[in-house]
T-cell receptor, first 113, second 113 residues
Framework: DAGVIQSPRHEVTEMGQEVTLRCKPI?????LFWYRQTMMRGLELLIY????????DSGMPEDRFSAKMPNASFSTLKIQPSEPRDSAVYFC???????????FGPGTRLTVL | AQTVTQSQPEMSVQEAETVTLSCTYD???????LFWYKQPPSRQMILVIR??????QNATENRFSVNFQKAAKSFSLKISDSQLGDAAMYFC??????????FGKGTKLSVKP
Protein backbone atom coordinates (compact mmCIF):
# COMPACT_ATOMS: atom_id res chain seq x y z
CA ASP A 1 0.00 0.00 0.00
CA ALA A 2 1.28 3.48 -0.84
CA GLY A 3 0.12 4.92 2.46
CA VAL A 4 -1.89 8.09 2.83
CA ILE A 5 -1.38 10.29 -0.22
CA GLN A 6 -1.61 14.06 -0.10
CA SER A 7 -1.38 16.61 -2.84
CA PRO A 8 0.11 19.02 -3.45
CA ARG A 9 3.17 18.63 -1.21
CA HIS A 10 3.82 22.35 -1.36
CA GLU A 11 1.49 25.20 -2.17
CA VAL A 12 2.32 28.88 -2.37
CA THR A 13 -0.53 31.25 -3.02
CA GLU A 14 -1.52 34.83 -2.55
CA MET A 15 -3.92 36.13 0.04
CA GLY A 16 -7.49 35.93 -1.11
CA GLN A 17 -7.01 32.96 -3.39
CA GLU A 18 -8.81 29.66 -3.00
CA VAL A 19 -6.71 26.70 -1.89
CA THR A 20 -7.71 23.05 -2.16
CA LEU A 21 -5.77 20.31 -0.44
CA ARG A 22 -6.37 16.71 -1.37
CA CYS A 23 -6.07 13.41 0.44
CA LYS A 24 -6.38 9.78 -0.49
CA PRO A 25 -6.58 7.57 2.60
CA ILE A 26 -5.23 4.07 2.86
CA UNK A 27 -7.50 1.61 1.13
CA UNK A 28 -9.88 0.00 3.59
CA UNK A 29 -9.54 2.69 6.23
CA UNK A 30 -12.87 4.21 7.19
CA UNK A 31 -11.80 7.13 9.36
CA LEU A 32 -10.05 10.20 7.98
CA PHE A 33 -8.57 13.14 9.86
CA TRP A 34 -7.30 16.57 8.87
CA TYR A 35 -4.70 18.17 11.15
CA ARG A 36 -2.90 21.51 10.95
CA GLN A 37 0.58 22.03 12.36
CA THR A 38 2.10 25.40 13.23
CA MET A 39 4.98 26.40 15.45
CA MET A 40 2.73 28.37 17.74
CA ARG A 41 -0.16 25.96 18.15
CA GLY A 42 1.37 22.57 17.41
CA LEU A 43 -0.83 19.86 15.91
CA GLU A 44 -4.51 20.75 15.87
CA LEU A 45 -7.35 18.55 14.74
CA LEU A 46 -9.48 20.37 12.19
CA ILE A 47 -12.07 17.74 11.32
CA TYR A 48 -12.53 14.01 11.07
CA UNK A 49 -14.82 11.67 9.17
CA UNK A 50 -16.12 8.19 9.89
CA UNK A 51 -17.46 6.35 6.85
CA UNK A 52 -17.38 9.62 4.86
CA UNK A 53 -19.53 11.42 7.42
CA UNK A 54 -18.09 14.42 9.32
CA UNK A 55 -18.08 13.57 13.01
CA UNK A 56 -16.34 16.50 14.63
CA ASP A 57 -15.57 19.76 12.84
CA SER A 58 -15.20 21.87 15.96
CA GLY A 59 -11.55 22.45 15.11
CA MET A 60 -12.27 24.14 11.81
CA PRO A 61 -11.08 27.72 12.41
CA GLU A 62 -13.84 29.58 10.64
CA ASP A 63 -16.21 29.56 7.73
CA ARG A 64 -13.38 30.05 5.28
CA PHE A 65 -12.47 26.40 5.88
CA SER A 66 -14.53 23.53 4.52
CA ALA A 67 -13.88 19.81 4.13
CA LYS A 68 -15.59 17.15 2.12
CA MET A 69 -15.33 13.42 1.73
CA PRO A 70 -17.43 12.45 -1.30
CA ASN A 71 -16.31 8.82 -1.16
CA ALA A 72 -14.16 6.46 0.85
CA SER A 73 -11.03 7.15 -1.16
CA PHE A 74 -10.93 10.91 -1.40
CA SER A 75 -11.18 14.01 0.77
CA THR A 76 -10.57 17.70 0.25
CA LEU A 77 -9.85 20.60 2.55
CA LYS A 78 -10.65 23.96 1.03
CA ILE A 79 -9.73 27.44 2.22
CA GLN A 80 -11.54 30.31 0.58
CA PRO A 81 -10.37 33.04 0.77
CA SER A 82 -6.92 32.19 2.10
CA GLU A 83 -5.06 34.44 4.55
CA PRO A 84 -1.38 34.60 5.59
CA ARG A 85 -2.25 33.16 9.02
CA ASP A 86 -3.40 29.98 7.29
CA SER A 87 0.22 29.20 6.45
CA ALA A 88 0.98 25.84 8.03
CA VAL A 89 1.56 22.19 7.30
CA TYR A 90 -1.71 20.34 6.78
CA PHE A 91 -1.75 16.63 7.49
CA CYS A 92 -4.25 14.04 6.46
CA UNK A 93 -4.38 10.76 8.40
CA UNK A 94 -6.48 7.63 8.22
CA UNK A 95 -7.22 4.48 10.18
CA UNK A 96 -9.64 1.65 10.60
CA UNK A 97 -12.35 2.84 12.94
CA UNK A 98 -12.11 2.23 16.67
CA UNK A 99 -8.88 0.44 17.43
CA UNK A 100 -6.87 1.06 14.29
CA UNK A 101 -3.57 2.90 14.19
CA UNK A 102 -3.67 6.43 12.86
CA UNK A 103 -1.29 6.73 9.93
CA PHE A 104 -0.31 10.10 8.52
CA GLY A 105 0.31 11.36 5.04
CA PRO A 106 3.43 13.39 4.19
CA GLY A 107 1.64 16.70 4.69
CA THR A 108 1.07 19.75 2.52
CA ARG A 109 3.12 22.83 3.33
CA LEU A 110 0.92 25.84 2.59
CA THR A 111 2.33 29.34 2.33
CA VAL A 112 -0.05 32.24 1.88
CA LEU A 113 1.69 35.46 0.91
CA ALA B 1 -11.50 18.01 28.02
CA GLN B 2 -8.42 15.92 27.68
CA THR B 3 -5.02 17.55 27.55
CA VAL B 4 -1.52 16.32 26.83
CA THR B 5 1.54 18.06 28.25
CA GLN B 6 5.14 17.65 27.20
CA SER B 7 7.18 19.74 29.58
CA GLN B 8 10.51 19.45 27.75
CA PRO B 9 10.61 21.60 24.60
CA GLU B 10 14.12 20.33 23.82
CA MET B 11 16.31 17.46 24.90
CA SER B 12 19.79 16.34 23.97
CA VAL B 13 21.48 12.96 24.23
CA GLN B 14 24.86 11.55 23.38
CA GLU B 15 24.94 8.86 20.74
CA ALA B 16 24.60 5.37 22.29
CA GLU B 17 23.23 6.80 25.52
CA THR B 18 19.70 6.59 26.89
CA VAL B 19 17.20 9.44 27.03
CA THR B 20 13.70 9.72 28.51
CA LEU B 21 11.05 12.06 27.17
CA SER B 22 8.24 13.05 29.51
CA CYS B 23 4.52 13.22 28.87
CA THR B 24 1.58 13.74 31.18
CA TYR B 25 -2.07 13.83 30.32
CA ASP B 26 -5.36 14.67 31.92
CA UNK B 27 -8.51 12.65 31.44
CA UNK B 28 -11.50 11.31 33.33
CA UNK B 29 -11.80 8.28 31.09
CA UNK B 30 -10.57 4.84 32.07
CA UNK B 31 -10.24 3.31 28.61
CA UNK B 32 -7.93 5.08 26.21
CA UNK B 33 -4.78 4.78 24.12
CA LEU B 34 -1.50 6.62 24.30
CA PHE B 35 1.00 7.05 21.49
CA TRP B 36 4.40 8.43 20.71
CA TYR B 37 4.98 9.79 17.22
CA LYS B 38 8.29 10.82 15.72
CA GLN B 39 8.56 13.67 13.20
CA PRO B 40 11.97 13.93 11.51
CA PRO B 41 12.94 16.94 9.37
CA SER B 42 11.09 15.35 6.47
CA ARG B 43 8.00 16.16 8.63
CA GLN B 44 6.53 12.71 8.11
CA MET B 45 4.64 11.62 11.22
CA ILE B 46 5.84 8.16 12.18
CA LEU B 47 4.19 6.04 14.85
CA VAL B 48 6.83 4.89 17.32
CA ILE B 49 4.91 3.05 20.00
CA ARG B 50 1.46 2.76 21.53
CA UNK B 51 -0.01 1.71 24.86
CA UNK B 52 -3.50 0.57 25.75
CA UNK B 53 -4.58 1.95 29.11
CA UNK B 54 -6.04 -1.37 30.23
CA UNK B 55 -2.67 -3.10 29.86
CA UNK B 56 -0.39 -2.88 32.85
CA GLN B 57 2.64 -4.08 30.94
CA ASN B 58 4.71 -1.33 29.40
CA ALA B 59 4.93 -1.42 25.62
CA THR B 60 8.31 -2.01 23.99
CA GLU B 61 9.46 -1.69 20.38
CA ASN B 62 13.13 -2.53 19.96
CA ARG B 63 15.09 0.39 21.46
CA PHE B 64 11.92 2.25 22.39
CA SER B 65 9.98 1.58 25.55
CA VAL B 66 7.46 3.41 27.67
CA ASN B 67 6.91 3.89 31.36
CA PHE B 68 3.15 4.03 31.73
CA GLN B 69 1.93 5.15 35.14
CA LYS B 70 -1.85 5.20 34.88
CA ALA B 71 -2.55 6.57 38.34
CA ALA B 72 -0.09 9.39 37.82
CA LYS B 73 -1.29 9.90 34.22
CA SER B 74 2.26 9.74 33.02
CA PHE B 75 3.54 8.22 29.79
CA SER B 76 7.28 8.67 29.25
CA LEU B 77 9.30 7.38 26.31
CA LYS B 78 12.72 5.86 26.79
CA ILE B 79 15.10 5.59 23.88
CA SER B 80 18.04 3.27 24.51
CA ASP B 81 21.29 3.22 22.56
CA SER B 82 20.39 6.51 20.87
CA GLN B 83 21.30 6.82 17.21
CA LEU B 84 21.79 9.86 15.02
CA GLY B 85 18.64 8.92 13.14
CA ASP B 86 16.61 9.31 16.32
CA ALA B 87 16.98 13.08 16.11
CA ALA B 88 13.49 14.46 15.53
CA MET B 89 10.46 16.02 17.15
CA TYR B 90 8.62 13.57 19.36
CA PHE B 91 4.92 13.97 20.05
CA CYS B 92 2.92 12.30 22.75
CA UNK B 93 -0.73 11.73 21.87
CA UNK B 94 -3.90 10.64 23.64
CA UNK B 95 -6.91 8.96 22.15
CA UNK B 96 -10.07 8.50 24.14
CA UNK B 97 -13.66 7.64 23.47
CA UNK B 98 -14.16 10.50 21.04
CA UNK B 99 -11.73 8.83 18.68
CA UNK B 100 -9.52 11.74 17.71
CA UNK B 101 -5.88 12.10 18.71
CA UNK B 102 -4.89 14.95 21.00
CA PHE B 103 -1.22 15.86 20.72
CA GLY B 104 1.25 17.47 23.05
CA LYS B 105 3.39 20.36 21.86
CA GLY B 106 6.33 18.10 21.17
CA THR B 107 9.92 17.64 22.33
CA LYS B 108 12.81 18.29 19.99
CA LEU B 109 15.46 15.63 20.47
CA SER B 110 19.03 16.23 19.37
CA VAL B 111 21.57 13.40 19.23
CA LYS B 112 25.22 14.32 19.58
CA PRO B 113 27.83 12.18 17.84
Amino acid sequence: DAGVIQSPRHEVTEMGQEVTLRCKPISGHNSLFWYRQTMMRGLELLIYFNNNVPIDDSGMPEDRFSAKMPNASFSTLKIQPSEPRDSAVYFCASRLMDRGLLLFGPGTRLTVL
Amino acid sequence: AQTVTQSQPEMSVQEAETVTLSCTYDTSESDYYLFWYKQPPSRQMILVIRQEAYKQQNATENRFSVNFQKAAKSFSLKISDSQLGDAAMYFCAYRGSQGNLIFGKGTKLSVKP
